[in-house]
């Protein structure tokens, strides 16, 4: 035989060992914790949008009959299964091939990581129809875990950890049935013991989260933006509807009429003051950000007595089409970099928001609409899913230095005096209000002291509600709300603010957008919901730029601190649940628990005195290093135990005859007549004294 043909016959054979059938895997715990740990790696892909809800269900399904089916044949696999899942999987990647090549011809691809979770999930469903070992459930552990990596990677709010517990125990359990399988199925599996790990592994990590500070973006790496729904928006860089026709021209709210995205809080062009406010608490969008602040989306300069409108003389909004990285900087001048990742989760209008002064976009598009108001939209629509960061060079400035730093009565220059002091009348009535309110701070020369006062009276003497009253035909709303029924929200506030500002001289315009939500200190966002939708004032400050003024709301300028928000929210949850019934229902387990526990040990109590003296008698013989075997006999073991302290230089003579004793008269007692009393005493009081003569030995 020739030297080749035996080194390839060798090869041939380790490459059959290699593939030989693995012994069947027949753990039902092992198989059910599998289970659950691949249904949560689909759904958690389903939970953030890396697949579709009919797919998910649709490979959840697959996934369980699989394992169901794989389970019934474990002992005797099938070849044409195996044949007919490779062709399976052969088709599922074919398809995932010319789904991204369709995706990227038609310049909709702004992410692999949908496709690709969808070409995982199928993979693995298929899969589960061929785990007739313990390998291949392995194999099944492995893929879970990373279809969770991958929805991991895009999840934006603390709930997806309610998945990664859940993945992580059914996980934890299949690895200890491996071992123990490993091991030939020895023993029991310690399912609490496990269960109980993995509680106090999750502990610690939400500890670790309370100390560790948050992640903060660069611009060294590539920041975030995608989208998964490629809706074009008809041309002319006008404002959409969002809401469930994302895709539909913006329209103005009316007074009369249903609340609409258009009408409250503007986002359509006109902002009306008449329309009642009805938001919920559904959340739009998540932000990652440096440092939170008002989310600006656009900004009003011209009032009619009612409704705010844009009206920039000379002013044409233009398109920028260079492609992401876009830069869509005004010159700012002196601010602090911020980035903020934005994830839509509802419809919106075609608004990019930003903090004070957006200077660079990264967006999944080829273009963008500049607006003669600087507000920043885009050519596609906002679905769910979609993602885009923006840096901007946040201008804002606590109130407290602007009160230090810019206190000199420096004019504004001409053309923001001529945009930004219009008014459709007079206002005799406010601008002698105005002047009362800020004659003593008029005497420091200080524009932001002014515009303190100003909000300061604000809050004193007006009152927050949505629920408005009407106006009549040709009423002017700032009068009526200064004079009148001094009621209202944000916008009639804000409104208010900005003609007082402006009868001052005091450049002024209504800015609307969102203010920072909740913040989540595990992923480190600020939920938006509807109702942070907001509108503030925005005032021209000399040498500060445009700052933001706002009687109703809070905004910090400073970053949230993960570990106090996440320990504040445990200490408030904690105080509000209901500590007297959970009491009475601890107290009442505990009880049921003790009773069980002794009602257990009564019934393994042993029912003769002579057994449980042998049995004390044993206890003290390990104390002494004398262990009884299994299948002594008891006068042997107490020959034994009293031979061996007997043994060596310090031998024990009396506790050897107090053992040799207590055998016999157990003995004795075992085979005589019943109820011996005198005979028990006598056992009891040696097995004290030789415990106290053991103790003193040790």
């Known amino acids: 035989m020739m030297p080749g043909a035996s080194g390839q016959r060798g090869f041939v054979e380790a490459v059959r060992r290699a593939n030989a059938p693995a012994p069947p895997e027949h753990s039902v715990l092992f198989r059910v914790a599998t289970l659950v740990s691949v249904l949560v790696g689909v759904l958690a892909c389903a939970k953030v949008g890396e697949i579709s809800s009919v797919t998910a269900i649709a490979a959840s399904a697959a996934v369980a009959a699989g394992m169901l089916f794989s389970y019934a044949t474990r002992q005797r696999p099938r070849g044409i299964v195996k044949l007919l899942l490779a062709a399976a999987v052969v088709g599922v990647f074919v398809s995932f091939v010319m789904q991204v090549f369709s995706a990227a011809r038609t310049g909709e691809l702004s992410s692999i990581e949908v496709p690709l979770a969808g070409l995982f999930t199928w993979v693995q469903a298929i899969h589960s129809f061929d785990v007739p070992a ?254 885009y960061t923006v840096i901007s060079q946040d201008t804002e400035e606590p109130l407290a230095r602007l009160l230090r730093d810019h206190d000199s009565p420096l004019l504004a220059p001409p053309s923001i005096k001529a945009a930004y002091l219009q008014l459709p009348h007079p206002y005799p009535r406010v601008r002698a209000l105005a002047e009362s309110i800020v004659s003593r701070e008029r005497a420091t020369s200080s524009i932001a002291a002014e515009i303190r006062a100003l909000e300061g009276w604000i809050g004193r003497h007006t009152r927050y509600s949505t629920d408005i009253p009407p106006l009549k035909p040709g009423q002017d709303a700032v009068d009526e709300f200064l004079f009148g029924n001094r009621t209202g929200y944000c916008e009639q506030i804000s409104t208010a603010l900005t003609v007082m500002l402006r009868t001052l001289g005091i450049p002024a315009r209504e800015a609307i957008g969102y203010v920072p939500g909740p913040f989540d200190p595990f992923s480190d966002m600020y939920e938006i919901r509807a109702s942070d939708a907001h509108a503030w004032v925005q005032a021209y400050i000399p040498q500060a730029g ?153």
């Open 546 to 698: 445009w700052q933001s003024f706002d009687p109703t709301a809070e905004v910090p300028l400073a970053p949230a601190d993960p570990g106090a928000v996440l320990l504040s929210d445990i200490g408030s949850r904690l105080a509000h649940l209901p500590w007297a019934p959970i009491g009475g229902v601890v107290g009442a387990a505990a009880v049921g628990l003790g009773a069980n526990a002794a009602s257990r040990r009564r019934r393994l109590r042993p029912a003769r005195w002579e057994q449980r003296a042998a049995l004390r008698l044993e206890r003290l013989g390990r104390r002494s290093g004398v262990v009884r075997r299994p299948a002594e006999t008891l006068a042997e073991y107490t020959d034994r135990l009293a031979g061996s302290l007997l043994v060596g230089a310090g031998a024990r003579t009396e506790e050897s005859d107090l053992v040799q004793r207590i055998g016999k008269r157990i003995a004795a007692s075992a085979y005589g007549p019943p109820a011996n009393h005198e005979a028990e005493a006598a056992v009891l009081e040696d097995l004290r004294l030789l415990a106290r003569r053991i103790r003193r030995h040790h």
């Open 134 to 387: 313990r390998r291949d459930l392995l194999f099944s552990l492995a893929a879970a875990a990373a279809l969770v990596t991958v929805a991991g990677a895009q999840a934006v709010a603390s709930s997806f950890l309610v998945f990664v517990a859940i993945w992580f125990v059914a996980t934890l359990i299949a690895l200890a049935c491996s071992w123990r399988s490993m091991a030939g199925g020895r023993g029991r599996l310690p399912a609490l013991g496990l269960v109980g790990l993995s509680a106090l592994i999750i502990v610690v990590a939400v500890l670790l989260e309370a100390v560790l500070p948050p992640p903060r973006a660069s611009q060294t790496i590539t920041l975030p933006n995608s989208v998964t729904s490629y809706l074009p928006l008809p041309p002319g860089g006008e404002l959409t509807q969002g809401g469930q026709r994302p895709n539909e021209p913006a329209r103005a709210g009316s007074p009369a009429g249903p609340v609409r995205i258009g009408g409250f809080l503007g986002f359509a062009g006109p902002l009306d003051t008449g329309i009642r406010a009805a938001l919920s608490n559904q959340v739009v969008m998540r932000v990652r950000a440096d440092r939170p602040g008002y989310f600006l989306g656009m900004t009003y300069d011209h009032w009619d007595g009612q409704s705010w409108t844009e009206r920039a003389p000379g002013c044409r909004q233009r398109t920028i089409s260079t492609g992401s990285p876009f830069s869509v900087s005004y010159g700012a001048v002196g601010g602090t970099e911020n980035i903020q990742t934005f994830y839509v989760a509802q419809n919106l209008p075609n608004l990019l928001f930003g903090t004070s002064v957006p200077d660079t976009v990264y967006f999944p598009d080829h273009s963008l609409i500049l607006g003669c108001d600087n507000s920043i939209r885009s050519a596609i629509a906002m679905t769910p899913g979609t993602v």
